[in-house]
């Protein structure tokens, strides 16, 4: 069954730098998002895209977060310079119309 | 802004009991999801149901609809020690927005063997 998978699985990094978090989102799916989690809260809508653009955004995506499908497979998010309140499980997902499937996350530790 | 929030917050039950779940959003909405999250891992899609839809049935699960009360119901039966996670709704609103779902905090089910 297809899933959508993401890398790295855990990412530690310094206050300051940028990450960029991958995801190969489902292949024949058209629409793509990325979430947050911060430890024991709820996952928050950061982002959706389609048709090679921004559809939607939430007020955590700011100038710090941008998206990216760089080839016809991976779709990638960047965080230019990462703040400790940034540390979250970040789910990427993507869907044909509704049903949204998720990635397993990428766990982001900001020192 | 619409938002799903789901009770209770923990359920503890027995193996081959029935656990439900209820969960109440604000504000119009398209669809309502079900999803479940092992501890520290993914969120697995489980169910849609759209709003002009009242009962949907999967395998164990049944999910209601309720859209006067602008609540959902999620009943697992015959509820098995695998069926241990968090399980989450998750709204759409009806203002053609196509993503942002829109999570509650989740009720957190233990199921004891």
């Known amino acids: 069954e297809p899933e959508v998978t993401q890398t790295p699985s855990h990412q530690v990094t310094q206050m300051g730098q940028e990450v960029i978090l991958r995801c190969v989102p489902i292949?024949?799916?058209?629409?793509f998002y990325w979430y947050r989690q911060i430890l024991g809260q709820k996952v928050e809508f950061l982002v959706s895209?389609?048709?090679?653009?921004?559809?939607?955004k939430s007020e955590i995506f700011d100038d710090q977060f941008s998206v990216e499908r760089p080839d016809g497979s991976n779709f990638t998010l960047k965080i230019r310079s990462t703040k400790l309140e940034d540390s979250a499980m970040y789910f990427c997902a993507s869907s044909q119309v509704y049903e949204q499937f998720f990635g397993p996350g990428t766990r982001l530790t900001v020192l | 802004s619409q938002q799903g929030e789901e009770d209770p917050q923990a359920l503890s039950i027995q193996e081959g009991e029935n656990a439900t779940m209820n969960c109440s959003y604000k504000t119009s909405i398209n669809n309502l999801q079900w999803y479940r999250q092992n501890s520290g891992r993914g969120l697995v899609h489980l169910i849609l149901?759209?709003?002009?839809?009242r009962e949907k049935h999967s395998g164990r699960l049944r999910v209601t609809l309720d859209t006067s009360k602008k609540s959902s119901s999620l009943l697992i039966t015959a509820s098995r020690a695998a069926d241990t996670a968090s399980y989450f709704c998750?709204?759409?609103?009806?203002?053609?927005?196509?993503?942002?779902?829109?999570f509650g905090k989740g009720t957190k089910l233990s199921v004891k063997p």
């Open positions: 149901i759209r709003s002009n839809e």
């Open positions: 292949s024949n799916h058209l629409y």
């Open positions: 895209f389609y048709n090679n653009e921004i559809s939607e």
């Open positions: 998750a709204t759409t609103g009806s203002g053609g927005s196509q993503g942002n779902l829109i």
